[in-house]
């Protein structure tokens, strides 16, 4: 990180901005080429879980390179000025690389299913075989991730 002094290095600051969010953007490769998708997610350190069905752009790749990135970010204010090059945000980001793999287990998807559910609700829900069978989860091992925060 280039500006140590907006770095957030402590864990439970950390958590909770992943908490606190609800949007994870999951950064693939398609043989070169890169490719961000918005997706809901579960934090469950060390892991990342994310949902879909199984059929997809993303699917095709991490079969291909289960290398990603992610990112998370709030804002926080935006902060007018009188000289437009004086413009800025106060935000927190979170910035990541894990490695993906698609999980085919049911209990481990429920696991990861349930991860996702308690980062929207305090409800718990039960998943039929039917909705298993149709849903794709992914599993992405957190190996490192810097967190900021500007203003």
């Known amino acids: 990180m280039r500006r140590n002094e907006k770095q957030i290095t402590d864990q439970d600051q950390i958590d909770s901005i992943i908490k606190q969010a609800k949007v994870c953007r999951l950064g693939l490769s398609d043989n070169g080429q890169p490719y961000v998708v918005p997706l809901h997610f579960g934090y469950d350190p060390p892991f990342l879980y994310f949902h879909g069905a199984d059929k997809g752009r993303k699917f095709d790749i991490l079969a291909v390179n289960p290398r990603v990135c992610f990112e998370f970010d709030e804002l926080i204010k935006l902060n007018k000025h009188?000289?437009?090059c004086n413009w800025g945000t106060s935000y927190t980001s979170i910035?990541?690389?894990g490695t993906?793999?698609?999980?085919v287990d049911?209990?481990?998807?429920?696991k990861g299913l349930d991860c996702i559910m308690s980062q929207y609700s305090s409800r718990t829900h039960e998943f039929g075989a039917q909705d298993l069978a149709e849903t794709a989860v992914i599993e992405v091992?957190?190996?490192?991730?810097?967190?900021?925060?500007?203003?």
């Open 95 to 97: 910035i990541g690389e």
């Open 100 to 103: 993906a793999r698609i999980l």
């Open 82 to 84: 009188a000289s437009a």
């Open 106 to 110: 049911s209990e481990e998807k429920i």
């Open 141 to 151: 091992t957190i190996l490192r991730m810097t967190a900021k925060r500007s203003g």
